[in-house]
């Protein structure tokens, strides 16, 4: 097989699922990923001849792309910001969503000299806590996550980008011990609804980690409200908490924030514009 009837078997058999610029886009990660071409050698090289080795690697990955497996779970890479991250089932896909979510926390702090001390809840891939430690290499930053196979990707993803952070398995919801005071506290946590299922993606559905998407129970607000018990305690006067939110539950958590009247009340839409961001800032 070519590349060019590679790249044709794609676009004929993808076409379903994809627009064409997204095959093509796929198939010219995994001709990087799988052996190493550029995206120049489709059109330098059309006729190159792909060895049967690595035409059975691209033939098993159109296979999980047929299932709309994520391209960053075939590959086991994501980008996040500077960061190239391994990435598992056992993490969410970092979101473009996040990294705005990150840059708001780096818009106030990036000027800070004193040292500081922030905790990221529920870390996942180690995105924003590793991203934070890299751009404010001052400051201690701590990556909380209740399961050890997600801490074990993200001590990878820590060392893989010469970065220290300070990790730690806790449970959010049954918080064993803090970290002392500390100055801010960032978190994407669950935050999906099980009713909203049919609402979803196929690829993130059948493919991300539902512990990380998805609150059990009644209360679409329950990780925040710990959260936020938690840093009542723990948080510094002036200290922030920063939030990734579901916008169908944003208004309800405001009013519970301003209800408590411990902590002033922000919010930036999202890249799509929809309301997903929350900065708190205790009193």
């Not at 610029?21 to 792909?50: M, R, V």
């Not at 408590?260 to 514009?273: A, M, Q």
């Amino acid at each position: 097989m070519t590349l060019t009837e590679g790249r044709t078997l794609y676009r004929e058999k993808l076409k379903h699922l994809y627009n064409q610029n997204e095959i093509d886009f796929y198939f010219k990660i995994l001709l990087s990923h799988f052996i190493n071409l550029d995206s120049t050698q489709i059109a330098l090289y059309p006729e190159k001849i792909i060895d049967v080795n690595h035409v059975q690697l691209l033939n098993n990955a159109l296979h999980n792309l047929l299932d709309e497996k994520p391209i960053q779970y075939i590959t086991g890479f994501a980008y996040f910001r500077s960061l190239d991250l391994i990435v598992t089932p056992d993490v969410l896909i970092p979101r473009p969503e996040t990294e705005e979510l990150v840059e708001w926390v780096l818009e106030i702090y990036s000027a800070e000299q004193n040292p500081k001390t922030v905790v990221d809840i529920g870390t996942g891939s180690g995105c924003i806590a590793i991203s934070l430690a890299k751009e404010l290499p001052h400051f201690k930053v701590i990556g909380v996550d209740i399961h050890p196979d997600t801490l074990q990707i993200a001590k990878k993803n820590g060392l893989r980008n010469n970065v220290a952070v300070e990790w730690s398995q806790q449970n959010i919801l049954e918080w064993e011990k803090g970290f002392g005071e500390v100055d801010a506290i960032v978190s994407n946590p669950p935050y999906i609804m099980p009713k909203e299922k049919n609402q979803m993606k196929k690829n993130v559905l059948n493919h991300e980690p539902h512990i990380a998407l998805f609150v059990e129970g009644e209360d679409p607000l329950v990780f925040y409200k710990k959260i936020i018990e938690y840093a009542d305690h723990c948080l510094k006067q002036y200290g922030r908490l920063f939030f990734e939110v579901n916008p169908l539950y944003i208004e309800v958590l405001k009013k519970d924030v301003e209800n408590k009247k411990e902590y002033t009340y922000s919010e930036r839409l999202d890249i799509f514009g929809k309301r997903r961001m929350v900065c708190l800032q205790k009193i």
